[in-house]
């Protein structure tokens, strides 16, 4: 299944959710403890050497649900990008 993504200002933003136990032996999921999530952006394209970052969203508490992490993730994305300084890249350096 292929993740959603989207372009905002010329770069493609993935939202990354996940559940925040591991799924234990025997369940079909782990959702009780809520959900984790990061975000990456990326050049837009599948192409070889497209640049890549990965940025984990600083939360102190599990999001409730998927959507709401989904959510958080992808207005972080928005502002990491819009916080980047102009002729600058949001894929350089260190944020």
């Not at 010329?10 to 032996?25: D, H, Y």
């Not at 970052?53 to 989904?70: C, I, T």
Request: aromatic share 10%; hydrophobic share 35%.
């Amino acid at each position: 299944m292929q993740a959603a993504h989207y372009v905002y200002k010329g770069l493609e933003v993935q939202p990354l959710v996940f559940p925040r136990q591991r799924t234990k032996a025997g369940f079909g999921h782990s959702y009780d403890e809520g959900f984790d999530a990061a975000v990456r952006i990326n050049e837009p394209g599948a192409q070889e050497g497209a640049r890549s970052r990965v940025f984990a969203l600083p939360a102190e508490r599990p999001f409730e649900s998927s959507g709401d992490a989904r959510r958080a993730s992808t207005a972080y994305a928005k502002r990491l990008i819009d916080a980047c300084p102009e002729g600058e890249s949001i894929l350089d350096g260190e944020q």
